[in-house]
């Protein structure tokens, strides 16, 4: 009888906590409801996007990040850079169209100073003459009937140098040439390599400002082929091409000798 009773008290245990869950999820879709209605009400109802775009420039052109909005009406805009946009110190520009502010800021080490634009009809903001500093985030956000958040990922890059093709007379033999293709500049973000025709042979790619790329190569003194070098970025590339009669025949006075040059 006991155990009887004790299964009963159980059970009933079982729904009121079962009971209790259901109560207090509805309690929660009510009040859910409720801020929404409220929201409406106000005329600020949330609904949030966040478009990413990622956007290349060379160092020294002007790159426009764009709103996507044909006119500002009653908007408040602001655009910050860097990845944290709690960030106040990252502001640098703000439109409030009621009251007709539209303003730039040189950020917080003057990086933007002189350099920033703002269309005052779209709100998009222009950068010009870009340097490598200015590669980063830029978030955007645009506060109207609904809340627009969109961010940019800039990468600047700055001008490639042309290759150069050296000849390694310690290495070359009396059947091979040994050549070696290098970048006179320390450059980021590019690639070096070596192409037989349309085919890649090698390349090689270090982001190491201490050092200047280079890359080997052995050929045969009566290869007919097609050699080239070419250092490129995401966004431009320098080439170099190799005459193996001019380069491999001449091995004296000096280890280095630029040969005709194609840029692309």
Not at 53 to 59: A, L, N, R, T
């Amino acid at each position: 009888m006991h155990q009887i009773t004790g299964t009963r008290q159980s059970y009933q245990t079982v729904l009121s906590i079962r009971s209790f869950a259901e109560e207090l999820n509805n309690i929660s879709q009510m009040f859910f409801l409720f801020c929404l209605c409220c929201c409406s009400l106000m005329g600020v109802f949330v609904a949030e996007t966040n478009d990413i775009q990622s956007v290349s420039v060379m160092e020294g052109d002007s790159v426009m990040l764009n709103t996507d909005i044909t006119e500002i009406r009653n908007d408040e805009i602001t655009w910050q850079f860097g990845a944290e946009i709690a960030n106040f110190s990252s502001l640098i520009a703000k439109i409030k169209k009621k009251k007709q502010i539209f303003s730039t800021f040189d950020g917080p080490d003057g990086r933007f100073r002189d350099r920033l634009k703002l269309d005052d009809q779209t709100g998009s903001l222009t950068i010009t003459n870009t340097r490598t500093e200015h590669t980063g985030v830029y978030k955007l956000q645009i506060f109207a009937a609904k809340l627009l958040f969109k961010t940019f990922n800039v990468s600047v890059y700055a001008p490639l140098p042309v290759p150069v093709i050296s000849r390694n007379c310690s290495s070359s033999s009396s059947s091979s040439c040994s050549l070696v293709c290098s970048s006179v500049l320390k450059v980021c973000d590019a690639t070096l390599s070596w192409f037989k025709g349309i085919s890649v042979l090698s390349s090689i790619s270090v982001c190491d400002l201490s050092i200047s790329l280079s890359l080997p190569l052995e050929v045969e003194y009566q290869d007919k082929n097609t050699y080239s070098c070419v250092l490129n970025n995401p966004i431009s590339n320098q080439t170099t091409h190799l005459d193996i009669n001019t380069l491999c025949h001449t091995c004296a006075g000096t280890t280095a000798l630029m040969i005709y040059v194609c840029v692309y």
